[in-house]
């Protein structure tokens, strides 16, 4: 089953690439779409784009590495955005941020072995009336306590 997975997703980077072969300026679009596919840019998967679009690997991975919207590891199934803001500080975002670390296991920036959670910070996430606040997937959750944030987290699958 796994392979029929892998060959589908191969075969969309395939038309993917055929797509854009010839297309200049297309290094990033064709980077999102394969972040879309196979859920983070590997490194063979790098070198496929950088063969399939006929660019040199480094300015390939300059791309992949310069923007903060491509990921070079897997990336968990919940990703968890706590705001670091001003507001969110002075309201205890920081007891929150250790709270969920100490919960999920991992430090900002990474994801854990099981690929259940990422967790991230953020700057603002624009609820500072709802401080302090993280964004679980799509759901902004607010008015955070420790133990709250990570009722909410415990909730995801």
């Known amino acids: 089953m796994q392979e029929c997975h892998c060959e589908d997703k191969q075969m969309k980077l395939a038309q993917l690439l055929l797509k854009y072969k010839d297309t200049p300026g ?4 064709v980077l999102q779409q394969a972040q879309e596919i196979f859920g983070y840019l590997s490194p063979e ?3 496929e784009i950088s063969a399939g679009l006929k660019i040199p690997l480094s300015r390939t991975y300059g791309v992949a590495t ?11 199934r919940n990703i968890i955005k706590v705001c670091q803001g001003t507001a969110c500080h002075v309201r205890g ?13 991992v430090e900002t920036g990474e994801t854990s072995e099981d690929l259940r959670f990422t967790l991230e910070t953020v700057a603002c ?11 679980v997937n799509e759901e902004t959750e607010g008015q955070l306590t420790p133990d709250k944030a990570v009722k909410k987290i415990a909730d995801c699958e």
Do not use: D, N, T, W
């Open 125 to 135: 996430l624009g609820a500072c009336g709802l401080a302090p606040v993280m964004m």
């Open 93 to 105: 975002g920081s007891k929150v941020l250790e709270a969920i670390k100490s919960y999920v296991g």
């Open 26 to 29: 297309a290094l990033i679009p």
């Open 45 to 47: 998967l790098l070198k």
């Open 66 to 76: 310069f923007y903060s919207q491509f990921h070079l590891k897997p990336r968990g």
